[in-house]
């Protein structure tokens, strides 16, 4: 513990976060977390009828500890549609909202989110967002608490990738 013993250091923060995780039957794993960057308008410019506009992402792969599959839900033959997971990450993962703020301050009016990849599925936040902190009211947070949920039911389940 720290200097005196009074004060954490860094690896104190990191044993406190994986002890707790480890209780609570969270597994680490490798994901590809996709930050939402800006819209990017293509097609042709001058005609307004014949552009589009598709989604940036920064996209990253990083580490989360992610809980058992819950709220499953199968089409009929058992193929996987729909589920919920809980995810604790070290970083925030901002749901989808009609008032996205970027780092540098400016604000998307419209509806935008950061998406994970994992199991060769897309999830997106669907609940709660929580930071979890140790020692106080005044500590910066720890990790963050979400649950994710993945809702294409446009195929059987059985695509090589995200869809």
Not at 78 to 83: A, I, Q, V
Not at 154 to 159: C, F, L, R, V
Request: charged share 20%; no cysteine.
């Amino acid at each position: 513990m720290g200097n005196l013993g009074n004060f954490w250091s860094a690896t104190d923060w990191q044993n406190a976060q994986e002890q707790w995780l480890s209780t609570q039957q969270y597994n680490q794993r490798q994901i590809t977390f996709m930050k939402f960057d800006s819209y990017v308008t293509q097609g042709n410019a001058s005609n307004p009828d014949e552009s589009y506009r598709s989604v940036k992402y920064r996209i990253r792969a990083d580490h989360v500890w992610l809980s058992q599959v819950k709220v499953f839900d199968t089409v009929k033959g058992g193929y996987f549609t729909t589920g919920d997971l809980d995810v604790n990450s070290s970083f925030l993962i901002k749901g989808f909202s009609a008032a996205y703020t970027l780092r540098n301050g400016i604000v998307i009016p419209e509806y935008a989110g950061d998406q994970m990849i994992w199991n060769g599925k897309v999830w997106v936040v669907a609940d709660q967002i929580e930071p979890v902190q140790l020692g106080g009211m005044l500590a910066a947070p720890t990790w963050w608490r979400s649950v994710l949920r993945r809702t294409d039911r446009s195929g059987i389940g059985d695509s090589p990738g995200p869809a």
